[in-house]
């Protein structure tokens, strides 16, 4: 028998103890695109919450508020040729 995992509500999420935390390693995952750019983007944890609920193993669930932080690298010189001076 498949254990459920519970439905969590906004209410869930407001009683939620916060949980301080601190920063060990933050990574850049790096992408290369087909035009050539290569995007780096990296998730900033900007806090955390421990709910009043468990996973069906008894483990607790937590809930994270986060940033996506996106930088373009080596734009080939046509991209931004059309970024600077589009077609209309």
Known sequence: MAMSIP???PEDIMEGEDVD???IEEHWNV???KDGTTLKVKLV???VKRLKKY??????????NS???VRA?????FCLFILFFPVV
Request: charged share 15%; net charge negative; no cysteine.
């Open 31 to 33: 992408y290369k695109l």
């Open 21 to 23: 935390f601190e920063e």
């Open 73 to 77: 690298v080596n734009i080939p010189k």
């Open 7 to 9: 439905t969590i509500t």
């Open 55 to 64: 996973n069906p193993d008894g483990t607790p669930i937590y809930t994270i």
């Open 67 to 69: 940033q996506n932080i």
């Open 45 to 47: 944890l900007i806090g």
